[in-house]
């Protein structure tokens, strides 16, 4: 007996020292401590010792087995600390170098000008207002007072999805909205993306970006639209800024105009940016028609509006002074950095 625990305490003390892996200590653990375990399997022949010999021997059994386990105990800790340290190693980072450096990113020139004109028109007390992009054709076009067989229809090559829904072709959609469910004093603008079957060159775009506006409440004026025209122009443009009305024809509104605004770079006497013209044709705009008050809902003998809508490319390519507006949608960095 006392030569078997001296065996396998040797044989269990050299193979403990060969083991490189935490996974290999528990088998290591059944081979000798466990419930069919070799040193178990001596401890089990103890009742077959005489009397006078159990106490001794029981007493060696019991230091190799608190030998083993002590052992066991301290090669797991040994392994556990030399995979910690290979980890560490593997999977170091070295604070001391440079980190990547990301980009920050800026303002679009639309968003630029975007902003600009929302600013100037909160100041004189409009909200904002959102509408689909996605449009049944009533609130494109009938509600306008543009019937199916009108001939404005033609002027404007639509994205028809169905008979009765289209891409937006204009953001009047979104004045119709409001003033379905909301009653005057209304004061709002309305820009957004807008879609029309053209052909892509330096001055159109299949997709765009207009900029509407509504001021519905009693006793609304020509002079009213003038008047938010010229403020608008002074703070886009600059003190001095002037501004022109054209007779026109729309079928939303009567009577309608064109506004142009007296040329920024020449100041009316003619050059490259106004084609010597000297104005440059910033918006279409008029008297809210009083059909399209009725349709809405309203009374068109109790209120009147006024509503307008411009091109908000058109504004940003003179406000940069650029010539081609595939620019703003290329996602060239080298364009886009300078703003």
């Not at 009742?47 to 190799?64: H, I, M």
């Not at 920024?264 to 044709?281: S, T, V």
Request: aromatic fraction near 8%; glycine fraction near 8%.
């Amino acid at each position: 007996m006392r030569e078997k625990l001296k065996i396998i305490r040797q044989n269990a003390e050299r193979e403990l020292a060969a083991l490189s892996e935490p996974a290999q200590l528990e088998a290591f653990r059944v081979k000798y401590l466990g419930k069919k375990g070799e040193l178990t399997g001596v401890l089990r022949l103890m009742g077959s010792l005489p009397e006078a010999e159990r106490p001794a021997a029981g007493a060696l059994a019991n230091e190799v087995r608190v030998f083993l386990e002590g052992e066991l105990a301290r090669r797991r800790a040994e392994l556990e600390e030399a995979e910690l340290k290979k980890r560490l190693m593997d999977e170091r980072i070295d604070v001391t170098l440079p980190g990547v450096s990301r980009p920050v990113g800026r303002k679009h020139p639309l968003s630029i000008v975007l902003d600009e004109i929302k600013d100037i028109f909160i100041g004189m007390g409009f909200q904002i207002a959102e509408g689909p992009e996605v449009e049944l054709d009533y609130y494109n076009f009938e509600a306008l007072n543009i019937p199916k067989n009108h001939p404005a229809r033609d002027t404007q090559d639509t994205f028809y999805i169905s008979d009765d829904v289209l891409l937006r072709t204009q953001t009047s959609n979104v004045q119709i909205r409001v003033m379905e469910r909301q009653k005057p004093p209304i004061r709002i603008i309305a820009p957004g993306r807008v879609y029309r079957s053209d052909a892509v060159d330096a001055t159109h775009s299949p997709m765009f970006h207009q900029i509407e506006g509504l001021v519905v409440d009693k006793g609304i004026t020509m002079a009213d639209l003038k008047g938010t025209f010229d403020v608008f122009a002074a703070a886009l443009y600059g003190e001095g800024a002037k501004t022109r009305f054209r007779p026109h024809h729309f079928p939303f509104t009567e009577p309608s105009a064109e506004v142009d605004f007296c040329c920024f770079a020449c100041d009316g006497a003619g050059c490259r940016l106004c084609k010597g013209e000297g104005w440059i044709e910033l918006s279409g705009c008029g008297m809210v028609h009083p059909k399209v008050l009725k349709n809405c809902g309203i009374d068109p003998e109790v209120y009147s509006g006024f509503a307008f809508g411009m091109g908000l490319e058109r504004i940003a390519l003179r406000r940069f002074g650029i010539d081609d507006m595939r620019l703003f949608f290329e996602n060239d960095l080298r364009f886009l950095e300078q703003f």
